[in-house]
């Protein structure tokens, strides 16, 4: 049964309807089981025929307590539940928690595991965007870009394992550096890998993001712009499809990330508005460009010497003290806030994950869509519920 749920009414938000129509509201639930709403996420909606008058996201069903789990385990017995956040970035989510807790204890990272890191962390950006691309590409009703973007997903899926032994979730990033060296051959795996990415972003868009249909689905649709970017504490593609330009990756460099070359893609905004599903869409495509320069210019210029130290062990204590460090992941901004009582676990260990964020939109601005069009909003700002609930 659905809940008692107040959803607030702006009557501004939906057109005007003629007085001699009779209408009906009705209240339903979109989810938990839809695959439209990328997880167990469920929102209960209400309408007026095809019109949305409000929604509510119904998040927790994915609830783990993962925070306070890592309080209770040694420093590296906690490690491995972050990639469980989003996991579809699992890396980035590791480099998150290692970079705090190396900040707090003063912990040096090698150059050649800081550069590990960085190509291993950007491969994971790319197939998490093409996923996202894809994706949104089959909530629209397009099911053969989402097979084209997996083939390549999968390639990068295969050499994530290579180094890592894992397909979905790493545990490859620890404290002080990586778990092991590049295989051999593998550097040039990875290049070549990012050559047929590179090569097949123009199939991409004439499959899907030029498409005409698509173009009318999303172009002017779902509108989240810079005012309400701002609002939410939106990041990621979301605010950089909104026009504003901002990425950690360039503004608060970390893991050597100022020794590469490559731009924050904002724009151009060539078809819709800045701020819709299509430019959302679009930004992911931007990016996975930057991030095969930045893998390039890695693998050509990996430094010599040893990938970690192991200083970090079961029984290592963290220094007294904290810290707090914020990361570029491909959702947006995460960042972790990190407190040590000297003792063999985290005193205190706080995420902010950027789908908690980005999903709160949804209750205000779904206010007048389509009810089509509120499948093309949740699809477009791509969130992970594993991140959302922790």
């Known amino acids: 049964m659905t809940p008692d749920i107040k959803i607030d009414h702006d009557e501004r938000a939906a057109p005007a309807i003629p007085r001699d129509v009779q209408t009906e509201e009705m209240i339903f639930n979109l989810g938990p089981q839809h695959p439209a709403t990328h997880g167990v996420l469920r929102v209960v909606v209400r309408t007026d025929g095809e019109i949305v008058l409000g929604c509510q996201p119904l998040?927790?069903?994915?609830h783990r307590c993962a925070e306070k789990i890592i309080e209770s385990l040694s420093y590296v017995?906690?490690?491995?539940?972050?990639?469980r956040m989003d996991y579809l970035g699992s890396l980035n989510n590791e480099l998150g928690i290692a970079l705090v807790v190396e900040k707090a204890a003063g912990i040096e990272v090698p150059k050649r595991g800081q550069y590990l890191?960085?190509?291993?962390?950007?491969?994971n950006r790319v197939i998490s965007h093409l996923f996202s691309a894809g994706q949104f590409g089959l909530d629209m009703?397009?099911?053969?870009?989402?097979?084209?973007?997996?083939?390549?997903?999968?390639?990068?899926?295969l050499l994530l394992n290579e180094i890592t032994g894992g397909r979905l979730l790493y545990h490859y990033i620890r404290y002080g550096g990586v778990t092991r060296d590049a295989p051999e051959g593998w550097l040039g795996r990875v290049v070549k890998w990012c050559d047929v990415v590179d090569g097949h972003l123009d199939e991409y868009n004439n499959l899907l993001t030029y498409n005409r249909i698509f173009l009318n689905r999303t172009c002017g649709v779902a509108l989240l712009q810079k005012d309400v970017c701002l609002k939410y504490a939106a990041t990621g593609p979301i605010l950089r499809g909104a026009g504003i330009k901002r990425d950690l990756r360039k503004d608060m460099p970390y893991s050597s990330y100022e020794d590469f070359d490559f731009e924050i893609p904002v724009g151009p905004f060539e078809h819709g508005v800045a701020g819709d599903s299509w430019n959302r869409h679009r930004q992911r495509l931007y990016e996975i460009e930057e991030s095969l320069k930045i893998i390039r210019q890695a693998c050509a210029n990996l430094p010599d010497g040893d990938v970690g130290n192991r200083k970090v062990t079961r029984a290592w204590k963290a220094p007294p003290g904290e810290a707090y460090v914020a990361t570029e992941a491909p959702r947006g901004e995460l960042s972790f806030y990190f407190i040590s009582d000297g003792g063999r676990k985290p005193y205190r260990m706080k995420a902010r994950g950027p789908s908690f964020n980005n999903i709160a939109v949804l209750e205000t601005e779904a206010r007048g869509l389509m009810l089509a069009d509120l499948i093309a909003l949740i699809g477009s700002v791509d969130i992970t519920l594993g991140e959302v609930d922790r």
Not at 59 to 62: A, D, S, T
């Open 59 to 62: 998040i927790g069903n994915l």
């Open 141 to 157: 009703g397009a099911f053969t870009p989402f097979l084209y973007m997996f083939r390549e997903r999968e390639e990068g899926i």
């Open 77 to 83: 017995q906690g490690l491995p539940y972050v990639d």
């Open 117 to 123: 890191r960085v190509i291993t962390c950007e491969i």
